[in-house]
């Protein structure tokens, strides 16, 4: 198992920018494989981005394609989101998540097991 600690989010105005960093610790981070996922109230828990053990292949959704970047640092145990050209449609709950599943698994449906942050705030204003 292994705990993760997002941090990052907050208020940002439209066509802002904001990075995510979620931090790992209790097993080897390389041995795992790091989305971030996004939920708002009512809805379910959508994919956002997945990046792959030692950072050689990504995943993005559609609708943050060309606007957000997933990236991991093993040796600081850290995976990070960077957002711009944020929408008030990117308001959400983000979290993080390790699994030892495939990355690939992140983009199609979600890993069958994973540990999961807490979440952070993200709230883009109009």
């Known amino acids: 198992q292994v705990q993760l600690v997002e941090s990052g989010g907050g208020l940002v105005q439209a066509g802002g920018s904001l990075r995510l960093s979620c931090a790992a610790s209790?097993?080897?981070?390389?041995?795992?494989?790091m989305g971030w996922f996004r939920q708002t109230p009512g809805k379910e828990r959508e994919f956002v981005a997945a990046i792959s053990r030692y950072g050689s292949t990504t995943y993005y959704a559609d609708s943050v394609k060309g606007r957000f970047t997933i990236s991991r640092v093993n040796a600081k145990n850290t995976v990070y989101l960077q957002m711009n050209s944020l929408k008030p449609e990117d308001t959400a709950v983000y979290s993080c998540?390790?699994?030892?599943?495939?990355?690939?698994?992140?983009?199609?449906?979600?890993?069958?097991?994973?540990?999961w942050g807490q979440g952070t705030q993200v709230t883009v204003s109009s």
């Open positions: 209790g097993r080897t981070f390389s041995s795992y494989a």
């Open positions: 998540a390790a699994s030892v599943a495939p990355v690939s698994s992140y983009y199609t449906g979600g890993p069958p097991t994973a540990d």
